[in-house]
């Protein structure tokens, strides 16, 4: 099956701890993005990248980071410097083609602080 | 600040009827997209309608796009129970690095009463 994974589908992060979520697609797209949702809201960006070794902060970067190592994998960090981190993550994927970048979205993870 | 503003914030109908939902944006776009969310899951992509198309169809999904006004559509035509959903319009903007980045507004939810 083709498509976009992400684990784990819940977190708990302690005070201070930074915590990493999984995102990884088996779809060849070239481009990846991290999103957070809060409750009622839309989707704001946090990271995306166009090309492996390269990504470029969203919106709201601070106290996350990245990397793309490989094609298929874009994990996200959300460090203890993320003072506000319960939110739902979603990573989408998509191909760089011309006339629009359609995005292919993952599961989400939700992310609890305890 | 949301580029994309979605009218109404909810919307209730009856099986059978329609259902219209606007978007409004700031900035010149290079496309417009809509995607819909079922609860606690990631999004789906529904439909792309590039700046210099005016209307575009797609199963009982239809989609207009006013650039002079700077806004856009989705009409979903005899609703069913299953569309029952959240729907995101998206701005398509492209960055000084040729990345085509969204940005989504803080969506529609639609209740579609058997």
């Known amino acids: 099956d083709g498509g976009i994974t992400q684990s784990p589908k819940y977190l708990f992060r302690k005070e201070g701890q930074n915590v990493t979520l999984s995102c990884e697609q088996n779809?060849?797209?070239?481009?990846m993005y991290w999103y957070r949702q809060d409750p009622g809201q839309g989707l704001r960006l946090i990271y995306y990248s166009q090309i492996v070794n390269d990504f470029q902060k969203g919106d709201i970067a601070e106290g996350y980071s990245v990397s793309r190592e490989k094609k298929e994998s874009f994990p996200l960090t959300v460090t203890s410097a993320q003072k506000n981190p319960t939110a739902f993550y979603l990573c989408?994927?998509?191909?760089?083609?011309?006339?629009?970048?359609?995005?292919?979205f993952g599961p989400g993870t939700r992310l609890l602080v305890l | 600040s949301q580029q994309g503003e979605e009218d109404p914030q909810a919307l209730s109908i009856q099986e059978g009827e329609n259902a219209t939902m606007n978007c409004s944006y700031k900035t010149s776009i290079n496309n417009l997209q809509w995607y819909r969310q079922n609860s606690g899951r990631g999004l789906v992509h529904l439909i792309l309608i590039r700046s210099n198309e005016r209307e575009k169809h797609s199963g009982r999904l239809r989609v207009t796009l006013d650039t002079s006004k700077k806004s856009s559509s989705l009409l979903i035509t005899a609703s069913r129970a299953a569309d029952t959903a959240s729907y995101f319009c998206a701005t398509a903007l492209i960055t000084q690095g040729g990345s085509e980045k969204l940005v989504f507004g803080k969506g529609t939810k639609l209740t579609v009463n058997p």
């Open positions: 989408a994927s998509s191909p760089t083609r011309r006339g629009g970048w359609t995005q292919y």
């Open positions: 779809l060849n797209h070239d481009a």
